[in-house]
């Protein structure tokens, strides 16, 4: 392992994941109402890839090292599907936007996003990570396409629409402005996860370096400022 990706792996995303459960915590440790554990899932959940992009960083038997970069992959994919159920909870309640309804958004996306595995085997249109690519994931233009497409469409899109919704429903001040800081660090996130992707797929090292380094203050201002938006406000009623 170079130390460029010593670096990016164990040291900004590092922090990412520190920071990630961190947060989750505090807003568990509120309450667990279900409002409390969707938000916290997102966080749960990228945290997840995250690990397990440290574990498999070291290895170097193809198979293994494919296969849970495709559980990386998929819990920082998965993740962002909690943004928009926790997004449409708030704007219709948990009268209308039911348990059931929650699970179908849920279970919709995650099959989708579950379905990045079929890429793996056709050749050319999956992910390369071997020793030909120095044990960094590389993907292809297929794969790099139906990622960006399902969290876009599916989720980021969505989100946005709603998010904004919320705020313009929002006549307090101090509560406009607090899901402001949500919006923004929301889109933060977004950005972070294009920006890892976008390096993936373009397998520039200087590009991988400037965008581990991008994605660490993207991902931890993002964070925190979802969290100062919504995340200290969501407790006992």
């Not at 559980?71 to 920082?76: A, H, K, L, S």
């Not at 943004?83 to 279970?107: A, C, R």
């Not at 990622?147 to 705020?167: G, N, Q």
């Not at 991008?214 to 931890?220: A, E, K, Q, S, V």
């Amino acid at each position: 392992m170079d130390l460029a990706r010593f670096l990016t792996v164990y040291i900004a995303q590092g922090i990412g994941f520190a920071v990630f459960v961190y947060l989750a915590i505090k807003i568990l440790k509120r309450d667990t109402k279900r409002l409390n554990i969707i938000f916290s899932l997102f966080f749960i959940s990228a945290a997840a890839g995250l690990f397990i992009n440290f574990i498999y960083a070291p290895l170097t038997n193809p198979n293994v090292v494919l296969i849970m970069n495709f559980f990386t992959n998929f819990g920082i994919v998965f993740s962002v599907i909690f943004l928009l159920v926790f997004d449409l909870i708030i704007l219709k309640s948990e009268k209308i936007i039911t348990p059931k309804k929650q699970l179908m958004i849920i279970g919709g996306y995650g099959i989708a996003a579950f379905c990045m595995l079929f890429f793996l085997f056709i050749p050319g249109w999956g992910v390369q990570i071997d020793a030909t690519t120095n044990w960094k994931p590389v993907w292809s233009l297929p794969f790099y396409f139906y990622v960006i497409s399902i969290m876009t469409i599916m989720a980021f899109l969505p989100t946005v629409y709603y998010s904004f919704k919320i705020y313009n429903q929002f006549e307090d001040p101090l509560l406009k402005k607090k899901w402001k800081f949500f919006i923004i660090g929301m889109l933060a996130l977004y950005m972070f996860s294009y920006c890892i992707f976008t390096s993936n797929f373009l397998n520039i090292d200087v590009v991988r370096t400037v965008m581990g380094g991008i994605g660490l203050i993207l991902g931890i201002v993002g964070t925190n400022l979802m969290y100062y938006g919504v995340g200290r406000q969501i407790r006992k009623d």
